[in-house]
C-alpha cells in the first residue's frame, strides 16, 4: 500500500527521533567513539583473564581479596567524578584519566617485561587503570548531555554501547593469544594508543561545560567541596531504607549480581583449571581444538555477541510480560546458568550454559530502569537511580570473593550456592512484587468506599 507524503514525512520525523545521522554528530564524539572503540578493544583484551592471573600469582583467596580492594577504590573514587567533571570541565577531566592510563601502562609493561616480573605492580598498576577509567566515564557521559540534544541522546548512547559490545566479541579472543603468549608487546601497543588518544583528545576535542567562572561562581555560592560531594552522595542512599519495596529491589540485584558478576571472575578461573584441550571444529582432516584459557575467550565473545545481536529482540518480547514473572525468570535463569556451566568440562555445554546465562541478562534489559522510574516519585528520581546503582557496586565489590570460596568449599559448592544466590533474588523478587500488590489493593479501597 502507498503511502502518502504526509505519512512519509511522519515517518521521517519519528525515525530521526531514533536516529542521529553521522554527518550531524558532534566532533567531539566522532573522535571519542573512534578513540575510546580502540581502546575498548585493547581493555577487553586483558581485563577478562585478571582474575586468572592474580589467581595464579597470589593464590585464590589473596586474589579475591585484592580484587575486592580494588573494585572499593574504583567506587569511591567514581562517587567523586561527576563533581569533578561539573566543577573541572569535562575535557580536563578525560585528559587526566587519559594521561593517567598512559602512567598505568608504563608500570603495567614493566612489571611483565623481560627485565621485571612483580604481580603486585602489576595488581597496583590494574587498579590504578580501573580508578582512572572511573574517573574518565562520567565526564564522557556528561558530554554527550553536552553536544548532543535529548530526543537524539538515546540513540547516541546507543552507538556508545553497541561499541563496547563489537569489543567485548572481538577483544577476548585475540586477548586469549596476545595477553598469554605475547603479553609485553601487547601491553606495550597499549602504552603507545593510550598516549595517541590523550594527545587525540587535547588537539580535536572541545570543553563542553559550563563557561570557567560560571562554574566557579556557583561553586562559591553553594559552598561545594568534592568532600561534601561525596557526603551528600553516599547521603542520598538513604532513599532505600525508607522505601521497603525498592529496598527489596535493590537487595535482590545485588544478590543476582553474585552470579553474572562472575563472568570475568570465577568462569575464568574455572575453565582455565578444569577445561581440557578439546575439539571444537572438525572437518575432514582440519580441526580446531582449544584450551581452557582459549574456550573463557570464546564464552566472553559469546555473550559480547549475543547482547549485540538480540538485546532488542528481547528487550520487546518481555514488553509482552508482567514485570514480576520477568524478573522472577531471569533471576532463576542465571542461577540454572551458572550452575550448569559450574558442573562441566565440555565446552559445547558451556556454551549452551552462556546462552541461557545471557538470556537472564537481556531479559531484564531496559526494564530494569523504567521499574525504578515508576517505584521513583517524580522530584526524587535523580536519588533512586543514583541508589539503585548500588546492585552493581556493592554486587561488584562482593563478587571477587567466589575465588576465595573456591578454596574454602570447593568449585562444585561455590557455583550451586551461587545459584542459590540467584534463587534467593527470585523470591525477593516475589515478595517485592507481592507488596506492591497489597499496595495497589489499599489504593482502591478507599475509592471504592467513596463510590458506595
Known amino acids: 500500500m502507498m503511502k502518502t507524503c504526509d505519512e512519509r ?96 601502562f608504563v608500570f603495567f609493561a614493566l612489571s611483565n617485561s623481560p627485565f621485571l616480573t612483580s604481580p603486585m605492580l602489576t595488581f597496583i598498576s590494574f587498579s590504578a587503570l580501573g580508578m582512572f577509567g572511573a574517573l574518565y566515564w562520567p565526564a564522557s557521559h556528561a558530554m554527550v548531555a553536552d553536544v548532543v540534544p535529548e530526543k537524539h541522546r538515546s540513540s547516541v548512547f546507543a552507538v556508545f554501547y553497541t561499541s563496547i559490545n563489537i569489543s567485548v566479541v572481538i577483544g577476548p579472543i585475540l586477548g586469549g593469544i596476545f595477553f598469554f603468549d605475547y603479553r609485553f608487546p601487547f601491553l606495550i601497543v597499549c602504552l603507545g594508543i593510550s598516549v595517541i588518544l590523550t594527545f587525540v583528545l587535547q588537539k580535536f576535542i572541545r570543553e563542553t561545560a559550563p563557561e570557567r567562572e560560571k562554574r566557579e561562581k556557583q561553586a562559591d555560592e553553594k559552598d561545594v567541596k568534592w568532600t561534601h560531594y561525596l557526603i551528600q552522595q553516599l547521603e542520598d542512599y538513604r532513599v532505600i531504607v525508607k522505601d521497603k519495596i525498592f529496598l527489596l529491589f535493590v537487595l535482590a540485584g545485588i544478590l543476582v549480581a553474585q552470579t553474572f558478576m562472575q563472568l570475568d571472575l570465577l568462569m575464568a578461573v574455572y575453565t582455565t583449571e578444569f577445561v581440557p584441550k578439546q575439539t571444537l ?55 540454572v546458568g551458572i550452575i550448569i556451566f559450574g ?65 574454602w568449599f570447593g568449585y562444585s559448592t561455590t557455583f550451586i550456592i551461587l545459584g542459590i544466590l540467584a534463587a534467593l533474588s527470585a523470591a525477593l523478587y516475589g515478595i517485592m512484587f507481592k507488596m506492591i500488590e497489597q499496595q495497589r489493593t489499599a489504593k482502591k479501597k478507599p475509592a471504592a468506599a467513596v463510590v458506595k
Open 9 to 104: 514525512q511522519v515517518n521521517k520525523e519519528n525515525w530521526g527521533v531514533i536516529v542521529m545521522k553521522w554527518s550531524d554528530w558532534d566532533t567531539n564524539l566522532k573522535v571519542r567513539l573512534l578513540g575510546e572503540g580502540v581502546m575498548n578493544l585493547l581493555f577487553w583484551m586483558f581485563f577478562p583473564f585478571m582474575a586468572i592471573y592474580f589467581s595464579d600469582s597470589f593464590g585464590k583467596e589473596m586474589a579475591g581479596m585484592l580484587l575486592i580492594a580494588s573494585q572499593v577504590v574504583s567506587v569511591m573514587v567514581g562517587l567523586i567524578g561527576g563533581y569533578c567533571a561539573d566543577h573541572f570541565g569535562r575535557k580536563r577531566m578525560m585528559i587526566i584519566a587519559s594521561i593517567g592510563e598512559a602512567v598505568c
Open 281 to 335: 571444529f572438525s572437518l575432514g582432516d582440519w580441526s580446531l581444538s582449544i584450551d581452557g584459557k582459549q574456550a573463557f575467550s570464546w564464552i566472553i565473545s559469546e555473550n559480547g555477541l549475543l547482547v549485540a545481536l538480540f538485546t532488542v529482540f528481547m528487550n520487546r518480547w518481555m514488553l509482552k510480560y508482567p514485570e514480576k514473572r520477568v524478573f522472577i525468570l531471569s533471576a532463576l535463569f542465571y542461577g
Open 343 to 407: 558442573h562441566t568440562i565440555s565446552i559445547w555445554v558451556m556454551f549452551a550454559a552462556m546462552v541461557i546465562f545471557t538470556a537472564a541478562e537481556l531479559m531484564v534489559v531496559g526494564i530494569q530502569e523504567s521499574f525504578v522510574s515508576k517505584l521513583a516519585p517524580s522530584h526524587m528520581r535523580g536519588q533512586y537511580f543514583a541508589a539503585s546503582s548500588l546492585r552493581f557496586t556493592i554486587g561488584r565489590t562482593i563478587a571477587p570473593l567466589a575465588i576465595p570460596m573456591t578454596v
